[in-house]
């Protein structure tokens, strides 16, 4: 969890994979059985939220990319984001919500089954949102749901379905997850086209004081005292870090 929040997960079964930027071990593959990734921080009220995740999926089975609650027939609460076809987990690729084992909100946006995309999820209390790859798709009228009252769920949409511990977990997508944020928000329509153009870029300054000639991160060396130079790396949302060289150099020059 790079939110600082300290929500991190437990992986069951899921394999660190390549992401969207061929960095090895930075995204996970589900394998569509019973892989998952747990998060046993319970998010109560999500009446307003916003979700984006990044998915990469392997052919048309359809699953739950992300349950906030437990959705396993007995023990219902929650909301679930995923694809299929008349419901989440049926073979297919529609773009689908769930309410609390209640019932499905079929769209008619139909996802990749082969490349990445960026999908954003927008709630305000029942009206729903969806955003494909930074683009407004459309919205609808959600149904009502129970409170979450269990922990998140990557990749499936409960651990033990039906409430039958060591059970088959239920709706497994079979794909790639990635860069996956939860806000307790609206997201702006900034906000969402810079999730998907990976514009998000951060920028700090490098203090540094020293008493001989420095070399810093760029390869240069420096003899004066320098504010100007910068230099380029890549922060966890995969996006450009720019850093700028603040060096007081206070070697004395040499006859």
Do not use: K
């Given at each position: 969890d790079f939110s600082g929040n300290n929500f991190h997960g437990t992986v069951v079964g899921a394999s660190p994979i390549q992401d969207r930027f061929g960095n090895d071990s930075s995204a996970y593959y589900f394998?569509?059985?019973?892989?998952?990734?747990?998060?046993?921080?319970?998010?109560?009220?999500?009446?307003?939220?916003?979700?984006?995740?990044?998915?990469?999926?392997?052919?048309?089975?359809?699953?739950?990319?992300?349950?906030?609650?437990?959705?396993?027939?007995?023990?219902?609460?929650?909301?679930?984001?995923?694809?299929?076809?008349?419901?989440?987990?049926?073979?297919?690729l529609k773009l689908i919500t769930r309410s609390s084992c209640?019932?499905?909100?079929v769209t008619s946006f139909v996802m990749s089954d082969s490349n990445w995309f960026n999908l954003v999820f927008v709630k305000e209390n029942l009206l729903g949102s969806y955003y494909l790859d930074g683009v407004f798709l459309g919205s609808q009228t959600l149904l009502s749901i129970i409170p979450p009252s269990d922990s998140v769920y990557f990749g499936h949409s409960s651990e033990n379905y039906n409430g039958v511990p060591g059970s088959v977990p239920g709706n497994p997508m079979k794909g790639k997850l990635d860069d996956i944020g939860i806000w307790n928000r609206v997201l702006s329509a900034s906000e969402i086209t810079n999730l998907y153009s990976g514009s998000v870029t951060t920028s700090s300054t490098d203090t540094i004081t020293s008493c001989d000639p420095y070399t810093w991160t760029n390869g240069v060396t420096y003899t004066t005292s320098n504010n100007t130079a910068i230099d380029t790396f890549v922060n966890a949302a995969g996006c450009d870090s720019i850093v700028t060289l603040n060096l007081t150099n206070l070697s004395i020059p040499q006859d």
């Open positions: 394998d569509g059985i019973n892989d998952l990734i747990r998060v046993t921080s319970v998010i109560s009220n999500i009446d307003t939220m916003s979700i984006s995740l990044w998915v990469q999926l392997d052919g048309n089975q359809g699953g739950s990319y992300i349950q906030i609650g437990h959705d396993g027939n007995i023990i219902c609460n929650g909301y679930t984001l995923g694809s299929g076809s008349t419901g989440i987990g049926n073979s297919g209640i019932g499905n909100r």
